[in-house]
């Protein structure tokens, strides 16, 4: 399975499937992690609106978004949604994959 493939399945069982009790290694890792950001999300979305301002993620104690607020607020309207913050992992998650290898024929 391409790793492009394996990267886009990992992140929509981050966004379906509950994260498990047992701690895990390698992409399980990246998915608890998910799991408790999207937990810390909805806790810090005080007005339920599905958005996050940066001083929301600050009182919140989301700091993964806090940090990323920027790169992750596209739009720049300065509010975050989880899918932006979803959209964010998986453009940081593409950019990190090694380059093809060159075909040897």
Do not use: W, Y
Request: aromatic share 4%.
């Amino acid at each position: 399975m391409p790793r492009t493939m394996l990267m886009l399945l990992v992140f929509a069982v981050c966004t379906v499937a509950p994260s498990p009790a047992p701690a895990q290694n390698g992409l399980g890792v990246l998915v608890d992690k998910v799991s408790v950001m999207d937990r810390n999300f909805d806790a810090a979305d005080r007005n339920h609106d599905g958005l996050l301002s940066k001083d929301e993620a600050k009182a919140g104690h989301v700091p993964f978004i806090v940090s990323n607020f920027d790169a992750i607020d596209v739009a720049k309207r300065g509010l975050v949604s989880k899918d932006e913050v979803h959209a964010f992992i998986r453009r940081s998650l593409m950019r990190e994959q090694p380059a093809p290898a060159a075909s040897s024929r």
